[in-house]
């Protein structure tokens, strides 16, 4: 089954295809949004080995010449350095200004290419063409793209829609067990930010989307698409309500700054222990029920997800960090306004709200509590 669900933003709107063997018919979606026929797949060596050669067949059958650049994997790819690279590039291969490029990787690819996108002869269009669990139901999809600077992350880039994404739910299957976990902490945000049912779906089939079962990840990932289309078309570029999205990621990514960003925490892993603190951090201001709080850290932990530094089974768990420092990290948070960082707050799994009026003391104390 392949389902199509759009996005709808101010002057844009553009297709999401979820479904089982989509990339075999990628070129078919492709050609008709091509000014000439011919395009540039941007992939990562990982991609490259086990998925490359199924859109390169598809590309071919629909009479679209292409060029392939491969990168390294990777959060340092997201960088200044990669970003000049591609730039220089594409440049070298003559692209105008009416041609389309493809993402064809995970949430690295999708930020780094779609940047790169936005700035290349002030703006051009491409395709998001997400491999992960993670990028399928977030990256991919509402136009936030960008790379990392030593201050945080995602702290340069630009609003830049795709004008296609193809979900192919095949291409999860060469994923490791570690990164389809970090993926589904992404999923159960969508839950925990405005959907309980979706939630309770979720501690019912959680483990059969990390298992592989087609039809669950499927029904996540379409669940997920449709929840964030409906936040992007109502605030494209996160002036309220689709900050909700970021539930737990500003501790999370705190966390993954301090882990230089790299293999040692996941961005998923950091979202998990993130969601968890966000949770205390609501019980703690006495605005969300404890028990749900407890729920979530059962559910995530069910699933062999981490709910605190300590409790990885990573490296990560040997880094020295403090909470002072892991506050400082969030005073570099883009959501930042008047000094004040906004946190998405629950008031129970399926309702949440954001706030800037959060004691800094408070926020240390959820940050020490993940630590010990």
């Not at 026929?37 to 010449?65: G, Q």
């Not at 407890?294 to 932990?301: A, N």
């Not at 062999?304 to 530094?309: A, G, K, Q």
Request: glycine share 8%; proline share 3%.
């Amino acid at each position: 089954m392949t389902e199509k669900i759009t996005v709808t933003v101010k002057d844009h709107h553009y297709d999401i295809h979820v479904g089982d063997g989509l990339l075999d018919h990628a070129g078919q979606l492709i050609a008709p949004l091509l000014a000439r026929p011919r395009t540039v797949i941007i992939t990562d060596e990982n991609v490259a080995k086990y998925h490359l050669s199924r859109l390169e067949k598809s590309l071919h059958h629909a009479a679209i010449t292409f060029d392939t650049i491969i990168l390294p994997a990777g959060e340092k790819s997201k960088s200044f350095a990669q970003l000049e690279k591609l730039l220089d590039r594409l440049l070298t291969l003559r692209i105008e200004r009416q041609d389309v490029i493809i993402a064809f990787g995970g949430g690295v690819i999708g930020d780094l290419v779609g940047f790169a996108a936005s700035i290349y002869q002030r703006g051009i269009n491409f395709i998001q063409i997400p491999t992960t669990i993670l990028s399928q139901v977030d990256s991919a999809v509402g136009g936030k793209t960008g790379i990392n600077s030593p201050h945080g992350k995602n702290l340069i880039g630009s609003f830049h829609q795709p004008c296609l994404v193809i979900t192919d739910v095949r291409t999860l299957d060469s994923l490791p067990k570690r990164q389809r976990l970090s993926g589904y902490a992404e999923i159960v945000k969508y839950g925990l930010i405005g959907d309980r049912k979706f939630f309770e779906w979720l501690e019912e089939n959680g483990q059969k989307i990390i298992d592989g079962d087609p039809a669950a990840q499927s029904e996540a990932i379409r669940v997920s698409c449709r929840a964030k289309a409906a936040v992007v078309a109502e605030d494209e570029k996160e002036k309220g309500r689709r900050a909700l999205l970021n539930l737990g990621h500003t501790f999370g990514h705190a966390l993954e700054a301090e882990a230089g960003y790299t293999d040692r925490l996941f961005h998923g892993e950091a979202v998990s222990i993130g969601m968890v603190m966000a949770f205390d951090l609501s019980v703690k201001l006495g605005v969300c029920p404890a028990g749900d709080a407890l729920r979530l850290r059962q559910h995530l932990d069910q699933m062999s997800l981490p709910i605190r530094v300590s409790k990885t089974s990573h490296p990560v768990s040997q880094i020295t960090m403090t909470a002072d420092k892991l506050y400082d990290h969030t005073l570099h948070d883009k959501k930042i306004s008047g000094g004040k960082v906004t946190f998405v707050i629950a008031s129970a799994i399926g309702k949440a709200y954001l706030s800037n009026d959060i004691n800094p003391q408070d926020i240390k104390d959820i940050f020490q509590a993940a630590l010990e």
